[in-house]
């Protein structure tokens, strides 16, 4: 059974940083894709970066470049986000996902192109 567990979230304060983890089980996923999204009360889940297999490629929100980073441990099939200069518009629900074909080095930005989701960790920023 394929299993994506996030952890990290918490409630900080609006300039603190965290590390968000997910760590995959019941398959390896060193040769795909893998992604962070995130959904805020009353919004549709949105992409915040994602990263091919060999670590070589990455994409990013808009809204999110230069403060967050995106990497993985192929070897602990885990992937982590670490997140920066913390917004309070950056408080929801953080997702993990991972695609189940190989892309190369694509980075789809859609929350249709990943097949494997986590079930989220609350991350809420103070202002």
């Known amino acids: 059974q394929v299993q994506l567990v996030e952890s990290g979230g918490g409630l900080v304060q609006a300039g603190g940083s965290l590390r968000l983890s997910c760590a995959a089980s019941?398959?390896?996923?060193?040769?795909?894709?893998m992604g962070w999204f995130r959904q805020a009360p009353w919004t549709e889940r949105e992409f915040v970066a994602a990263?091919?297999?060999?670590?070589?490629?990455?994409y990013y929100a808009d809204s999110v470049k230069g403060r967050f980073t995106i990497y993985r441990d192929n070897a602990k099939n885990t992937l982590y986000l670490k997140i920066n200069s913390l917004k309070p518009e950056d408080t929801a629900i953080y997702y993990c996902?991972?695609?189940?074909?190989?892309?190369?080095?694509?980075?789809?930005?859609?929350?249709?192109?990943?097949?494997?989701w986590g079930q989220g960790t609350q991350v809420t920023v103070s202002s």
């Open positions: 019941g398959r390896t996923f060193s040769s795909y894709a």
């Open positions: 990263i091919n297999w060999s670590c070589g490629s990455t």
């Open positions: 996902a991972a695609r189940n074909i190989p892309s190369g080095d694509y980075v789809p930005p859609f929350v249709r192109a990943y097949v494997y």
